[in-house]
């Protein structure tokens, strides 16, 4: 039997990459698409859905204040997937309370993976969270939410056999790849001993580092050109040695245009 559900998201594309993951996954029969949280609300009550795909962050009336209105109406809450660019610290928050997730870019594997679980759930139900439950959860999740600062100013790369103490502040970027993690400032290029980027992101600020690509972090004070690139997509030329261009993800265009006024 397949879920029944809906996806909110205010960025067009990253609807459409949705619905092609879920159609690809199978097991999911997507009723509709709304692009904020005032149809979301409206959607939900009309279709009464298994399944939510719920954009966090939205003008208006966020991921967050959806379920604050569904809760003040008396609407039955199903099962939600919030679909966040937050970092690690947001995500574990959603971890905890039981509420399932999926970071942008999107993955194929982890929509997999979201399916499955929620399948599960509707195949052998739990009893439903209590309204109570729910406001602690929407009350711990704007919490962890807000800008926080960094644990250090400081972040320790592996180069040529040293251990460096670098300022945060003159890290260009750092990427991801075959699981290790390059962290590259105009005079220094080294390696992480965190095993994600989740985790380094953990220890930057998130008012200063962007999550621009899957595999890629950069610190947009160090963002020398914005290049446009084929079908409206666009990559980032750092102000690094050697002036790296690094793709910007379809699901962060949206980001990008916001940051810069695109």
Known sequence: MSLRAIIIDDEPLARQELQYLLERAGGVDVLAQGTNGIEAVELIRAHKPDLVFLDVQ????DGFGVLKKLLDRKVPIPQVVFATAFNQYAVRAFEVNAVDYLLK???RKRVMQTIEKAQARLAAPVESASEAKLDALLRL????AQPQKANSGKVIVRAQSRLLL??????CFASIEEGTISVVTRTVEGHSNCRTLEELMD????ETFWRAHRSYVVNIQHIREVVPWFKSSYQLRM???QKTEIPVSRAQTKRLRELFNL
């Open 141 to 144: 999740v704007e919490e962890q």
């Open 203 to 206: 220890q930057l600020d998130p």
């Open 105 to 107: 870019p999107f993955d």
């Open 166 to 171: 670098v300022d945060q502040r003159e890290i």
């Open 58 to 61: 939205m003008p208006g009336l």
């Open 239 to 241: 102000d690094d040695a």
